[in-house]
Antibody, heavy 117, light 109 residues
């Protein structure tokens, strides 16, 4: 059973960079033809796909966030990561990592990131 | 960008009754649609993919239908554990933007 777990600071100051890591267990991140995504949900709002990365490093980002997003992958650690720069209060949300097999079949439990000084 | 809409925003249903949730895509996505159930404090859970295929472990009272731009999730007889928010999500591969609908909250009448 594949499991994903998000980790990173729960509080980030405005204008700084949000950094999160997702650790995959139960299978190699490199097995299968999957991509690995980040999705977020601001309080009281819906789900927003942020971007995805393949284990070869290829990425696709949500156009609305593209200028601020960087994703990376470390296959040796079975991890992938998200960096979101120049954050504002609007970036406060629960951030999920997920495996994408066309659809999102495995999700992490989510981590709340608050942007506040 | 493919825009997903869902209706209604909230659906109040009594246990044992049938619930019908709708999802619409702004352009054709064939059958590249998934449904997720989301409960507070939990990760979203895949329920339906390919518009009509139940994911592993999903009860038969859940069924999905539709193709192109119009899709439906039906819960034939609501159980207490089914009260949650349901999101549809398109995964048409081009453009590679995997958008979700705004969600339908199914609550107890």
């Amino acid at each position: 059973q594949v499991q994903l777990q998000e980790s990173g600071p729960g509080l980030v100051k405005p204008s700084q960079t949000l950094s999160l890591t997702c650790t995959v267990s139960g299978d190699s991140i490199s097995s299968g033809d999957y991509s690995w995504s980040w999705i977020r949900q601001p309080a009281g709002k819906g789900l927003e796909w942020i971007g995805r990365i393949y284990t070869n490093g290829n990425t696709n980002y949500n156009p609305s966030l593209k200028s601020r997003v960087t994703m990376s992958v470390d296959t040796s650690k079975n991890q992938f990561s998200l960096k979101l720069s120049s954050v504002t209060a609007a970036d406060t949300a629960v951030y999920y990592c997920a495996r994408k097999n066309y659809y999102f079949d495995y999700w992490g439990q989510g981590t709340l990131v608050t942007v506040s000084s | 960008e493919i825009v997903m809409t869902q209706s209604p925003a909230t659906l109040s249903v009594s246990p044992g009754e049938r619930a019908t949730l709708s999802c619409r895509a702004s352009q054709s996505i064939s059958s590249n649609l998934a449904w997720y159930q989301h409960k507070p404090g939990q990760a979203p859970r895949l329920f339906i993919y390919g518009a009509s295929t139940r994911a592993t472990g999903i009860p038969a009272r859940f069924s999905g239908s539709g193709s192109g731009t119009e899709f439906t999730l039906t819960i034939s007889s609501l159980q207490s554990e089914d009260f949650a928010v349901y999101y549809c999500q398109q995964y048409n591969n081009w453009p590679p933007e995997f958008t979700f609908g705004p969600g339908t909250k199914v609550d107890i009448k």
